[in-house]
């Protein structure tokens, strides 16, 4: 099961911030927060991740309470391009099977 | 640098016929997944690979075998497809925890 949970969707005005959480409560010590979206029935695209401090690229930021229980994905200002399902993953940086389920992530409509 | 390459990208098949899908990765990764999605479903993992030579299980696996020869290919083989088998097959590759994902193969098992 995933160890994250997520809304279903959520809508947003073109050209405001998008703000999705995620609640991740059950977050190990050694693992990061990924962020990934997949648009249409593209293959899913990594975003951005985290371990404890807000981190920020040329897609989004990420922000992560300081119990790390929960985070939230910024796009600051999203177009409608940005409309797509966003999944939250915890994992270790390492490359085993660890945290590799997605659920069903939070489907981000762009209003225009 | 093509990333990770996904063949064939449509098929359909006949209830108890048997493919394999490719999975190709150019990036040197050692890990590599399959994963497929059903309508409104995330991700799920049906196999995957640690390196060269070495398999295991994931969410999913049955009805479904892999194999890793060689570093760059990951085989996904469907022995008798069966209808339940119809999705959207995804390979990844990861490097320290990030996926790289391909574009999908699209299979339609009647």
């Known amino acids: 099961d995933a160890k994250t949970t997520q809304p279903t969707s959520m809508d947003c005005a073109e050209g405001r911030a998008a703000n999705l959480p995620c609640n991740h409560s059950t977050i190990s010590g050694n693992e990061y927060v990924y962020w990934y979206r997949q648009i249409h029935s593209q293959g899913p695209q990594y975003i951005i991740h985290?371990?404890?401090n807000n981190e920020t690229n040329e897609m989004a930021s990420l922000i992560i309470t300081e119990d790390r229980k929960s985070s939230t994905l910024i796009l600051p200002h999203a177009t409608l391009r940005d409309t797509a399902v966003y999944y939250c993953i915890v994992r270790p940086r390492g490359g085993g099977a660890d945290g590799l389920t997605f659920g069903k992530g939070t489907h981000l409509i762009i209003q225009p | 640098n093509a990333g990770v390459t996904q063949t064939p990208k449509f098929r359909v098949l006949k209830t108890g016929q048997s493919m394999t899908l490719l999975c190709a990765q150019d990036m040197n990764h050692e890990y590599m997944y399959w994963y497929r999605q059903d309508p409104g479903m995330g991700l799920r993992l049906i196999h995957y690979?640690?390196?060269?030579?070495?398999?295991a299980k994931g969410e999913v696996p049955d009805g479904y075998n892999v194999s890793r020869l060689k570093k760059q290919n990951f085989l996904l083989g469907l022995e008798s497809a069966a209808p339940s088998q119809t999705s959207v097959y995804f390979c990844?590759?990861?490097?320290?925890?990030?996926?790289?994902f391909g574009s999908g193969t699209q299979l339609s098992v009647l």
């Open positions: 690979s640690v390196g060269e030579g070495t398999t």
């Open positions: 990844a590759s990861s490097y320290e925890g990030e996926l790289f």
């Open positions: 985290g371990l404890k």
